[in-house]
């Protein structure tokens, strides 16, 4: 189905299930939710920025009834805190840092391997977590990056052994 965007309709936005705080060890509070069925596969949201944090549309993103879905304010944005508005530290909120801090809530969740899907910003940083951690990685999905538009009629899947495939978005 397409909205009156032209977009391929999303799921449902649902409730989180679970949230919370998870403190760093240099002084970052980050805001986490999970969303759909806490016995599917998990995926973690990474949000575009600057700022931004994830929103209640993200949620939609994922099948509420296959994933469990987990989205997460990086530092600085969104409910985390402190934000980035403020006089903050900002050597401590490096690509390095926010990789770290994906790493640390897969762990805090308790989950071994996670699909990892970004928009935006999120892109890049996913592309940097699954380097850098990809025994952790199942899939990466990524929408097209060209202009400002997104598709969700379409997405790139890099699976652990960092092969991109070409999917369309009802075979995920």
Known sequence: MVDSCGMTERYPSLEPYEFGMLSTSDGHDVYWEAVGNPEGTPAVYLHG?????????????????????????????????????????????????LIE??????????IERWVVVGVSWGVTLGLAYAQRHPERVVA?????????????????????????????????
């Open 101 to 110: 801090d994906i790493e640390r809530l897969r762990a805090h969740l308790g």
């Open 140 to 172: 990466y999905l990524r929408p097209p990056i060209a202009g400002f538009a997104m598709s969700l009629s379409s997405v790139c899947v890099v699976t652990n052994s960092m092969q991109l495939r070409r999917f369309r978005s009802r075979a995920l």
């Open 49 to 97: 920025g600057p700022g931004s944090g994830c929103t209640h549309g993200a949620r939609g993103n994922f099948d509420p009834n296959a994933y469990r879905a987990v989205l997460f304010d990086q530092r600085g944005c969104g409910r985390s805190r402190p934000l980035a508005d403020v006089p903050v530290d900002l050597t401590k909120n490096t690509t390095a840092h």
